[in-house]
């Protein structure tokens, strides 16, 4: 299934993570929803809508959430991605996100900015997950056997 797209469309939307620009006429964009990552190969050629493409993609920053219909494949590295024929920008980023190629790593920042460790490292976010599964299924055990929580 190498480099092939599907007939049908679909609709998706995150928040851009990473922008790589190949030339005037190719970009491609990582997004983030729900800690899954798809990467979005944005063609000059399947490019629809009323703005210039080359116009659209220069507005869109890293952190800002998209919305994106288009046609879901593989490239040729075998990456799954979404050729859009239409983007739209949903919400700017008002504070630009740390470099993905850096990182958040100062231990303070990270816990004094919680929410930003969250968006930035899938190991924290999936450490969160467990430990709320891991609480909700304790209380949820107790509760059936009559313990109050205090």
């Known amino acids: 299934m190498k480099g092939e797209?599907?007939?049908?469309?679909?609709?998706?939307a995150g928040r851009v993570l990473n922008i790589r620009k190949q030339?005037?006429?190719?970009?491609?964009?990582?997004?983030?929803q729900e800690g899954e990552r798809l990467q979005i190969m944005c063609n000059s050629n399947n490019h629809k809508g009323n703005r210039q493409f080359e116009e659209l993609y220069s507005t869109i920053r890293r952190g800002d959430i998209?919305?994106?219909v288009g046609k879901p494949g593989r490239t040729n590295t075998e990456e799954l991605s979404i050729a859009p024929g239409e983007l739209i920008l949903l919400s700017p980023c008002l504070h630009m996100l740390?470099?993905?190629h850096t990182g958040f790593t100062n231990r303070?920042?990270?816990y004094r900015?919680?929410?930003l460790d969250l968006i930035m490292n899938k190991r924290t976010r999936d450490t969160f997950l467990v430990r709320s599964k891991v609480v909700a299924f304790v209380r949820k055990?107790?509760?059936?056997?009559?313990?109050?929580?205090v």
């Open 5 to 12: 797209w599907l007939a049908e469309e679909t609709a998706v």
């Open 23 to 32: 030339g005037k006429n190719l970009v491609f964009i990582d997004i983030q």
């Open 66 to 68: 998209i919305g994106v």
């Open 98 to 100: 740390p470099d993905p």
């Open 108 to 110: 303070e920042s990270r």
């Open 113 to 115: 900015k919680r929410y």
């Open 141 to 149: 055990y107790l509760g059936g056997l009559n313990f109050m929580e």
